[in-house]
């Protein structure tokens, strides 16, 4: 439970709020990083960002859940402006039951912000490039929300472009409660941002340890969480795959969704959202389609059992060309 890093570039202060200035052009390559809360952590300051931060080709977190995994995030990235995190196989966040104590948000790769909930948080940030990184076994058993990639970037209403494409995301799981859940791909932020290409599978039981807390929230593929506004907008979110098979032991109405959003006024401007695959087990009666909503619950308040009915749940219709069909992935990893 105490803030231990692999690697951190801040300020005086070693603490992911601790203002860094001018640490520009820095890079980060092929490191092996174990046992510790956080795997690498930039921090620029939000008035005057770090400028090309390079985090590429490191493997973070343990080859098993114990002592030698990555307590929370792996890697976690603000305020900095035309960055990249790309090639890093990200693995072991968190913990099963017996290999945590005491809940916490855990997250993969984490932009802007490293916690997520119903009310999902911004911070400046910009330009980001995510690509190429394999994310697999992020798991919070302690009531907490688990999250693969976390893209949630603010720049006054200026666009963020940033773009992520071509990651693998595997097994994210957490027994949420009262707003906290697991998402594969969370977005909360960001205007003119690029989601495309992005493989994603969700399975399995997320209370297999009967002294866990019962769940009382959904999950996620994708989740957009806020609403559209002139500092989010313009999104377009294409070309991903979801494969959905997550269950609650404890909670049979719990819902685990291929792709959720905020509501249904949400926009996506000149961006959009189409040619994915919304992929679930159809013998799993927790899966569904897709859902909308705003309110803290294990369903969200507007469901879509299948792809006919995802595709007219916006005002302004999306995923017209989606499809929902199996897609074949070599192995469950």
């Known amino acids: 439970t105490l803030s231990t890093y692999g690697i951190i570039m801040s300020g005086t202060t070693i603490s992911t709020t601790s203002n860094g200035v001018d640490n520009d052009n820095n890079s980060f390559l092929e490191n092996r990083i174990i046992r510790a809360r956080y795997g690498i952590v930039t921090r620029g300051t939000t008035t005057n960002l770090n400028e090309n931060i390079q985090v590429l080709d490191n493997i973070i977190g343990a080859a098993a859940f114990g002592p030698d995994e990555i307590g929370k995030v792996g890697i976690f990235m603000q305020a900095d402006n035309n960055s990249t995190v790309s090639g890093n196989i990200i693995q072991n966040i968190g ?3 017996a290999n945590t104590s005491g809940g916490a948000d855990k997250v993969g790769i984490a932009i802007g912000q490293e916690s997520w909930s119903m009310s999902p948080g911004t911070l400046t940030s910009a330009n980001y490039t995510i690509t190429r990184n394999t994310i697999q076994n992020v798991v919070e058993e302690r009531t907490f929300s688990a999250i693969g990639i976390l893209l949630a970037t603010t720049n006054g209403g200026s666009p963020t ?14 027994n949420g409660t009262s707003g906290d859940h ?75 969704y291929a792709i959720s959003g905020h509501s249904a006024a949400y ?16 013998a799993n009666t927790q ?19 299948t792809l006919a009915n995802w595709q007219l749940a916006y005002t302004v219709n999306q995923d017209a060309s989606s499809i929902q069909a199996d897609p074949g992935y070599n192995s469950a990893t």
């Open 95 to 97: 913990g099963d039951f």
């Open 161 to 174: 472009n940033n773009v992520v494409a071509n990651n693998f995301i595997n097994n994210v799981k957490a």
């Open 182 to 256: 697991c998402v594969g791909l969370a977005i909360s932020g960001g205007h003119s941002d690029i989601v495309v290409h992005n493989s994603i599978r969700m399975a399995g039981d997320v209370d297999p340890n009967a002294g866990a807390s019962a769940t009382t929230m959904f999950g996620s593929g994708i989740r957009i969480g806020a609403a559209s506004s002139t500092s989010f907008a313009n999104l377009t979110l294409s070309n991903n795959i979801v494969y959905m098979d997550l269950s609650s032991s404890s909670t049979a109405a719990a819902r685990y």
């Open 267 to 282: 926009s996506f401007g000149t961006g959009g959202q189409n040619f994915n695959d919304y992929y679930i087990n159809p």
């Open 287 to 305: 899966c569904a389609t897709g859902g909308l909503g705003s309110a803290s619950g294990n369903t969200l308040s507007t469901q879509f059992a």
